[in-house]
Every structure is written in C-alpha cells, then in structure tokens.
C-alpha cells in the first residue's frame, strides 16, 4: 500500500476544465465543478494537456496525472517533450470507478506495461461524484476467494463442457504425493505410482537461467526423494503450486525437475516423450505465468495505491490487469517469462485446463472457455489454443489442420531452450497429437502430405548461427534454425494447393531418430527429390545495414533471398555460387496473386547432397540489374511478360520459368 502526499497550491483557473464531463454526476450544491452538459462520460486527451491543466490546478487533472505517475515510469527529461507529446489519454467512466489507459509511448519498449491502464475510485464519499464511490475487487491470487473461484470454474468445466471431458487414466510414473497437511506444514515426496489410476495436477514453470533455483531429482538424491524432500528446499513455485494443489482438493503433483531422473538419460528419453499425455491426462495444469525461476512463485497481491489530494476524500488507485496475451497471437513478453520457453507451450495447449498465475491476476482458460478473476478476459477465437482445439475435432477440414500446425510452429519458434537440441522434442507432444490427422507421417517438424508446401518457411527475424554446431535438425526442417527465430509458412495465405503446382517430385522422406520416440531428437534426416536446379550468384548489397540484403542473380534478373541463418560476412566472399530448385508456383490470397517459390542450396559432402540456405519468394516477376538493357537479353522463343515504369521503361520480367525451362531434372538429396 502506497500514498502519495498533496500537491503544492496553484492557481486555480476558472474557466471549465476538459474533465467536465465527469462531473455531469455531481450535485452543484456541494461540487463547484459540476456539469450539467450531456456529454458521454468518456474522451481521449493528449497527456501534454492533462499535466497543463493538472498544473493550472485542476484537482480532477490531478488526480489522473499522478495515478499515471505513481505507476510508470516518466520519459527522460531530455526527451519528455517529444515524448509526452505522443501520449494520449483515454478516459472513461463505469458504474464503480474511472477507468484510465494511457495510449501509447514514443520510443519505449514497454508498452505492454500499460495497456489495460487504471482504475480509480472514492474510498470514501463525498459532495463530488467525479470518481464514483466504490471499491476494487480482490485479485489476490493467493486468497482464499480465488481458490474458491478456482473451484468454481473447474467444477463448471468438468460438468459441462463436452471438449474438456477426460478418460479416466493412470497417474504418471512419478508424482509427488504432497503429504499429510498439519496445519500449514506439507510433507512431500517422491511417489512411484504403479500403474494406479487416479487425479493429479501439472506445474509448468521456467527453471530460470541457470537452473540453480530449482530443485531436481538425480540418480544420487532418487532413494532419498522416495523417503520425503525437504519443505524448506523447495523453491517458492514449487511450495505454491504444493499449495495450489491441496487448496483444490488432489493430493498428486507432477512436476518436471523432480519427477524425472535429470542426469539418467534413458529415465528421461522415456519420460520425456510421455510429457504431452501428462499434460493431456492432468485434471488442471498450473502455469506460473509471471516467475523466470523457481524464486517468483505464483501468488500476487493487487497492488492499490491510495492518494490524498488536497480539498478531496480519500481515492485508490490500481493498474488493470493486462489482457493482451488472451485477445491474440502470442508472442514473447518480457512481463511473462513463461511464454517465452519453448517447452511450456505444449504444457498449456495439451492441458485440458490451466491456470495462469500472472503478474496481475489469476486468468483459468479450458479447451472451451476462459475466464479471469477481474472478470474482462475476452472470449478470443484467434489464439493458438482456439486454433488447436478446432483442430483436434474430427469434422475439421484439412485446411484448418495444417493452419493449426503453421500457427503452433510460428509461435513454438520464437520461444527460447536451454539446451539446443530440445528443438524437438519440446514440441514432440503436439506432434503426436496432430498424427491421424491427414497431415501424413511426421518428419523432423514437418509433414509428409504435399510435402513441398512445408519446405515454404521463412524466418520472419534474422536466424543466428549455431556456434556449437550441434546437430538439431536437417536443414530443410525449420527446427534446424536456432530456437527464438520465428518462422513464417506461406500455408497461412494459399488459396488451395494443387499436385500440379508443386515442380518437384518427392521419391522418399527418412529421418533416424536418435531415441526410441519418432517425434523427438533425430540423428539425421534425408529428402529425396527430383526437380529442376540451376546456378546462380548471391550477392550481398546495402552492407551498411545491419544484416544486409541478399539477392539472387541469374543473368540479368535478380530477386531478393531470405536466408535462414546470418552469414559470417568476413567469411564470405560475394558474390557467392549457389544452387537453386525450383520448388513451387502457387497462387496466394490478394493482393499477392502468383508466387514462385526457390530453394537455395549448397553442396553437401557427399556428389548429388545439398544443404538449404534460405528461399527466394518471388512475387510478380523478377527485377533486372541496373546495368543491362532487357530487350537484348531476352532469348528468342520465350514469352516473358514485361511491365513498365512511370517512365516507360522496362523494370520487371517473369523470369522464373525461363530460368528452368530447358533444364533437365536430376535426382537430389536434401539433408
């Protein structure tokens, strides 16, 4: 709890304040400031004006500058006029308080910090209404009221909600039974579960840079973890989800660090690979949202600060919590460490139920619904997870299949491992549960149905090198790309896919798992193709930027590369040979129209093996070079279609086609 003390007096201004508008509730015999105008009781004003009249003396201005203030962080003097002026305020009045949300902030990056913004109220009444007298519901995560909230939704879930009905099923191999309670003392320990069948929950949580904080089970400590583990040895997430577990009613927790052998490889080949129907089974799973470590725990208690400005009653004052990772795609958020590891991602799409301890609140999301305990989560149908659950139903199209897995890799991708080669099995869970799905056999991330289409990716960031150079993935798969990397597939914007359009012909798809789980750590893996492969020139311009630009030329005609990893530029002498398959020609949504897909290739080791390097998108036609005249380099007997500048010249030709028309198609290998 917080205050803040008056502001020094200022002049007062007579003249009616922007603010008027909430005062259309106030009683002019005990408001000076009443208003008797019709007005919505809600108007965006820039922050620059807010603080002039604050300082003019407004005491309603006041009130809503410093509930800013107290709260964030103002822009360095040098820049805080530039700054605030592209700031704007959006105020607006509810039954039980003000609600105020700051827009935007020029040139920060902590912008998910104040998107839902504040709330206001009256602690205490008095003759103006400008802030409503009222009170803030609890969001404390670890009171008994949202335990109770907790066994409301769940029970609500498991009564009525036909997706989220689970078969009864065995415990996983290990648990931790959480002991008999005597008072507020557990008594956890390692439990070997026998094949016996019961409920259980699941914790999903980051074991932190170093791993330090968290506790584990290793061959040296098992027998000792059978017997009891020690209560003040565990870290704060794992007391708290102990806790969590017991306040709604099971006995059993699984959690990862304890319930696998860390240092047994085949302990953890094993149970690893039964992580995504641990997940499936577990009656709710608990995601400690807010903590990078074992250290931050999950409970949090709503911060209010009260203020006591002068001539005025008591007001509070609280941040809203932040709702944006539920109204879209997900990606990486510093203010929620959990969705930026790989791993938890398919904890929380698996999961039949999950509860989010966040930095602001308690947010429960099922495979039908979700909910939150400020009560204003939106029902959201383009998450991840909405798109997964639609997914798994049996009357969903193919389409709808592969968009669903395009989507879980775009956003797995970006997350970050701690050890390199979890590449795949950290999403080894998902993949099993998309087998049977008419995506055809699963290979190194990827399927095997209209197999070219899923070697259209691209990384939507720069890749960076692996620069320990383990084996992950082969090069085609988007997993061989260092994990934070997003990938993009083209699937998202194809209109239909037809035999036709692919340019290559698929003889045999084969990986060599490096465990008993085919959907996990691979050894190797191989494509054999037939197409069409030419050579051309990469060329690196505009080296003042930062990664550059690569271009591919053949000829005249050039078109911009995405590469899948940054190159070493002092390692590499431009312009470079590379070569060049023809993938596919396809038709994407408008305004794209046609698009021609090229994968450029290095030579492997071995006569007929090439490595992928990036992929060239070409979208309507293929630019000349600066330095060539195009109506003599067009060969006779080709029909290149040409468009014309403002000036009449000629600048682009459709020249992908041209490139490969008279060569022949030889067998490949891609590793």
């Given at each position: 709890m917080s205050h803040l003390t008056p502001p020094a007096k200022v002049l007062v201004s007579k003249e009616p304040c922007f603010c008027k508008q909430l005062h259309q509730y106030c009683d002019p015999a005990s408001c000076s400031e009443a208003w008797d105008g019709a007005a919505p009781p809600h108007f965006n004003v820039p922050w620059v004006k807010l603080v002039d009249s604050a300082i003019a003396g407004c005491h309603t201005c006041q009130i809503l500058q410093q509930s800013v203030e107290m709260f964030e962080e103002l822009p360095s003097k040098a820049d805080e006029l530039l700054k605030a002026m592209h700031k704007r305020v959006k105020i607006r009045r509810v039954p039980r308080s003000v609600m105020l949300t700051p827009q935007s902030w020029y040139g920060t990056n902590n912008d998910a910090a104040y998107e839902e913004g504040f709330e206001i109220c009256q602690v205490s009444p008095s003759g103006c209404d400008a802030f409503p007298e009222g009170s803030f519901k609890n969001l404390a995560t670890g009171d008994s009221s949202s335990f109770e909230q907790c066994r409301e939704w769940i029970q609500d879930c498991r009564k009525t909600h036909k997706a989220c009905q689970a078969e009864v099923h065995l415990l996983p191999r290990r648990v931790i039974d959480i002991g008999h309670i005597e008072g507020e003392e557990f008594s956890p320990r390692l439990y070997e579960t026998h094949n016996e069948i019961g409920d259980y929950s699941a914790l999903s949580h980051c074991w932190g840079p170093a791993a330090t904080s968290v506790l584990t089970t290793t061959i040296e400590t098992y027998q000792g973890r059978l017997l009891g583990i020690r209560w003040d040895l565990l870290c704060r997430t794992f007391r708290e989800g102990i806790i969590i577990t017991h306040k709604l009613g099971l006995r059993y927790i699984w959690i990862d660090s304890l319930c696998i052998i860390q240092d047994d490889i085949l302990d953890w080949q094993s149970e690893s690979k039964q992580m995504g129907s641990i997940y499936s089974y577990s009656n709710f799973t608990i995601a400690a949202l807010k903590s990078e470590d074992g250290n931050g725990g999950c409970f949090v208690d709503n911060e209010k600060i009260y203020l006591h400005p002068a001539g005025r009653p008591l007001i509070a004052v609280r941040r809203l919590p932040r709702h944006s990772a539920w109204e879209h795609y997900r990606t990486v958020d510093p203010h929620l460490p959990l969705f930026s590891r790989a791993w938890t991602l398919q904890e929380e799409l698996l999961a039949p139920r999950v509860l989010y301890y966040g930095p602001d609140e308690l947010v429960f999301q099922c495979r039908s619904a979700q909910a939150c305990l400020c009560g204003k989560t939106p029902q959201n149908w383009g998450t991840t997870k909405y798109k997964y659950e639609i997914a798994r139903l049996d009357?969903?199209?193919?389409?709808?299949?592969?968009?669903?897995?395009?989507?879980?890799?775009?956003?797995?991708?970006?997350?970050?491992?701690?050890?390199?080669?979890?590449?795949?099995?950290?999403?080894?869970?998902?993949?099993?549960?998309?087998?049977?799905?008419?995506?055809?056999?699963?290979?190194?991330?990827?399927?095997?149905?209209?197999?070219?289409?899923?070697?259209?990716?691209?990384?939507?960031?720069?890749?960076?090198?692996?620069?320990?150079?383990?084996?992950?993935?082969?090069?085609?798969?988007?997993?061989?790309?260092?994990?934070?990397?997003?990938?993009?597939?083209?699937?998202?914007?194809?209109?239909?896919?037809?035999?036709?359009?692919?340019?290559?012909?698929?003889?045999?798809?084969?990986?060599?798992?490096?465990?008993?789980?085919?959907?996990?750590?691979?050894?190797?893996?191989?494509?054999?193709?037939?197409?069409?492969?030419?050579?051309?020139?990469?060329?690196?311009?505009?080296?003042?930027?930062?990664?550059?630009?690569?271009?591919?030329?053949?000829?005249?005609?050039?078109?911009?590369?995405?590469?899948?990893?940054?190159?070493?530029?002092?390692?590499?002498?431009?312009?470079?040979?590379?070569?060049?398959?023809?993938?596919?020609?396809?038709?994407?949504?408008?305004?794209?129209?046609?698009?021609?897909?090229?994968?450029?290739?290095?030579e492997g080791d071995q006569p007929g093996e090439y490595k992928r390097r990036g992929i060239a998108i070409v979208e309507k036609g293929v630019q000349l070079t600066e330095d060539c005249e195009c109506s003599s380099e067009y060969r006779p007997g080709l029909e290149l279609e040409r468009e014309k500048d403002l000036r009449g010249n000629v600048r682009k030709c459709d020249a992908v086609e041209a490139w490969f028309k008279d060569v022949e198609e030889k067998e490949i290998t891609l590793i």
């Open positions: 009357s969903s199209s193919l389409e709808v299949v592969r968009q669903s897995w395009a989507s879980i890799v775009q956003q797995y991708s970006s997350r970050f491992l701690t050890i390199r080669t979890d590449r795949l099995p950290a999403i080894s869970g998902l993949a099993k549960a998309f087998e049977n799905r008419g995506l055809g056999r699963y290979i190194a991330g990827i399927w095997t149905e209209n197999l070219p289409i899923w070697l259209i990716w691209c990384r939507q960031d720069h890749g960076s090198i692996d620069s320990n150079n383990v084996y992950v993935a082969p090069s085609w798969s988007w997993a061989s790309v260092a994990a934070g990397t997003q990938v993009f597939f083209h699937i998202f914007a194809m209109r239909e896919y037809k035999p036709s359009d692919s340019r290559v012909e698929v003889l045999d798809a084969v990986v060599n798992p490096a465990g008993a789980d085919h959907t996990g750590a691979l050894h190797s893996g191989h494509l054999y193709l037939r197409g069409r492969v030419i050579c051309a020139d990469l060329w690196l311009t505009d080296v003042r930027r930062k990664r550059g630009e690569h271009r591919l030329r053949k000829g005249p005609w050039e078109t911009e590369v995405a590469l899948d990893v940054a190159p070493e530029f002092d390692r590499v002498l431009y312009p470079e040979k590379v070569h060049c398959l023809f993938l596919c020609s396809l038709v994407l949504e408008e305004p794209r129209g046609l698009v021609q897909f090229i994968l450029i290739l290095k």
